[in-house]
């Protein structure tokens, strides 16, 4: 039986959210999810009436928030960002507020609530313009605000692992496909 019941979804209406939402209510997880729904909430109206599903509709970047949405969490998935250069390009403030201070906030309370688990969305945009097949141990090279908020957020991750905190960093390419949102 899997130790995880009760997950946050941070992002949980977005176009990956929304899938991934749906995918662990399916499973049998308690999930929370954290949203501001600029986007709507179409991608996840009919989760909502569910008792597995708890939906906060509100911004990351409230610390106050943050503390109320990861009580009794045993796995923060965090997908919520300003995603892609041109969106960071256009409110760059906005940006670096969300994809980092409010990522590096997000993290420092879950491990204080005794979060085990942290699962961070990150990009392939940090290798820049690579001209060959790159992998987890290929150099970074930002080029952008939205990967340099990215790369940032990962060595913040990375130098809070500890035996109770394991975090987990996914380097997404470009998404694509059917999703609820869409």
């Given at each position: ?43 996840i109206s009919d989760l909502i009436s569910k008792n597995s599903v708890e939906l906060i509709e509100k911004d990351i970047r409230d610390e106050k928030i943050l503390n109320e949405a990861v009580k009794e969490i045993d796995c923060v998935i965090h997908l919520a960002a300003i995603v892609g250069d041109p969106l960071c390009k256009k409110i ?91």
């Open positions: 039986m899997n130790e995880l019941k009760s997950i946050l979804v941070t992002g949980g209406a977005g176009y990956i959210g929304s899938v991934l939402t749906h995918k662990l209510v399916e499973l049998g997880y308690n999930v929370r999810i954290i949203d501001s729904l600029i986007y709507g909430k179409d991608g760059p403030v906005a940006a670096k507020q969300i994809n980092e201070d409010a990522t590096k906030k997000l993290v420092t309370i879950s491990k204080e609530h005794g979060v085990k688990r942290f699962i961070f969305a990150s990009t392939c945009s940090n290798y820049g313009s690579a001209s060959t097949m790159v992998d987890e141990n290929s150099p970074i090279q930002s080029l952008s605000l939205y990967s340099k908020t990215k790369v940032n957020s990962e060595n913040f991750i990375l130098n809070t692992k500890n035996s109770s905190f394991e975090p987990c960093i996914l380097r997404f390419a470009t998404a694509h496909g059917l999703s609820p949102r869409m």
